[in-house]
Nanobody
Framework: VQLQASGGGLVQAGGSLTLSCRAPRSILSEFSSYLLAWYRQAPGKERDLVAAISADGVTAYSEAVKGRFTISRNNGRRTVALQMNSLQPEDTAIYYC??????????WGQGTLVTVSS
């Protein structure tokens, strides 16, 4: 599955950004069953889970972003979004969308850079 991520950019501390990731039309019938997530990788650090949303719409967040970020999905549009508020310099990273199928196979998006200036 080739995922297209968008929405990254440069923002001042305290600002907001919304990331979006779209899956190809060919998997429309399966998309609603996927576990969807956003990860991020800061310079020199490992890739960490930021937020996830299940097929049933149950969400989970890392402690670092809880209360500031919101993950959502639109199955008809084959998209997963990450609304990021109250951004801080420590949120600077490359953000990746991720899907996990019911079979356990996974795919990554190409990554989108978020830079938060102080």
């Amino acid at each position: 599955v080739q995922l297209q991520a968008s929405g990254g950019g440069l923002v001042q501390a305290g600002g907001s950004l919304t990331l979006s990731c779209r899956a190809p039309r060919s998997i429309l019938s399966e998309f609603s069953s996927y576990l969807l997530a956003w990860y991020r990788q800061a310079p020199g650090k490992e890739r960490d889970l930021v937020a996830a949303i299940s097929a049933d719409g149950v969400t989970a967040y890392s402690e670092a972003v809880k209360g500031r970020f919101t993950i959502s999905r639109n199955n008809g549009r084959r998209t997963v979004a990450l609304q990021m508020n109250s951004l801080q310099p420590e949120d600077t990273a490359i953000y990746y969308c991720h899907v996990e199928r019911t079979t356990g196979t996974t795919s990554w998006g190409q990554g989108t850079l978020v830079t938060v200036s102080s």
